[in-house]
């Protein structure tokens, strides 16, 4: 496959991961933005100020890793949390995709001081592993590059306190799908928390599930 066909194959992705993530409620109005990487040195990113509802292959914009425009349509920009993307691909050269998002019910938990750390259901563990939660940071400011580059060398989903969340991946898919489990797990922890405080895997279950998650989607 040519560059630029693996290029209009890539944007035409995350327009189907931001609409699928959209109409889940998880990227309300504007909020939110994806970003995948295309090569080494190349990252397509939504553009700042466009609904995930409406958003269209060719409105992507192509960035460097400095956050240099390369390419992009007259009269957009990248959106605001591109420092937030970058400083990701910099640290990790593992990961292909970037996705940030509003989730309500994970957001929750972090107002109500729960925590995901602990290891309670066994399919946060194999999917999320340990999910910390960022110092607070005003959203859509280069802020939450700092706040994130303190966790993401060995996380791959992080809560921003009283915001939203980051699930990077090797694939787009994966890390569309890491905030789909983290959604799913912090809304059943929030109606668990209804009733009683939920008991931690003991951890010869959390061992057993780290030695799965070792292997896990290979
Ligand atoms: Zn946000």
Same mark, same amino acid.
């Given at each position: 496959m ?14 189907? $991961? $931001? ?7 998880? /990227? ?5 933005n994806?970003?995948?990487?295309l090569?080494d ?6 553009? @700042?100020?466009v ?8 409105? /992507?914009?192509? +960035? ?5 425009v390369?390419?992009?349509?007259r009269?957009?920009k990248?959106?605001?949390? /591109? ?8 640290r990790? &050269? ?13 957001v ?6 729960? @925590?995901?750390?602990? !290891?309670?259901?066994?399919?946060? +563990? ?8 960022? $110092?607070?940071?005003?959203? &859509?400011?280069?802020?939450?590059r ?14 921003? !306190?009283?915001?939203g969340?980051?699930? +990077? ?9 890491r ?12 109606? !668990? ?7 931690? /895997? ?11 998650? !070792?292997?896990?989607?290979?």
């Amino acid at each position: 496959m040519l560059p630029e066909d693996k290029a209009w194959v890539l944007r035409r992705e995350i327009v189907a $991961a $931001a609409r699928r993530l959209h109409e889940q409620g998880l /990227l309300p109005g504007p909020s939110g933005n994806l970003s995948a990487r295309l090569d080494d040195e190349r990252v397509l990113v939504v553009p @700042s100020g466009v609904p995930k509802a409406r958003l269209q292959p060719e409105e /992507l914009l192509i +960035v460097d890793l400095a956050g240099r425009v390369l390419a992009g349509m007259r009269g957009l920009k990248p959106t605001s949390e /591109l420092p937030m993307h970058l400083e990701v691909y910099r640290r990790r &050269s593992d990961v292909a995709a970037v996705v940030h998002a509003h989730p309500a019910a994970a957001v929750a938990l972090t107002l109500a001081g729960i @925590s995901l750390q602990e !290891a309670v259901l066994p399919e946060a +563990v194999l999917l999320l592993g340990e999910v910390p939660t960022t $110092a607070y940071a005003t959203p &859509s400011t280069p802020e939450n590059r700092g706040v994130v580059a303190a966790w993401i060398g060995q996380h791959d989903v992080i809560l921003l !306190a009283r915001h939203g969340a980051l699930t +990077v991946g090797h694939t787009l898919n994966e890390a569309v799908a890491r905030m789909e489990v983290l959604e799913h797990t912090a809304q059943t922890l929030l109606w !668990a928390h209804l009733v009683r405080r939920p008991e931690p /895997l003991p951890p010869e279950a959390i061992e057993k599930l780290q030695r799965v998650r !070792a292997t896990y989607g290979r």
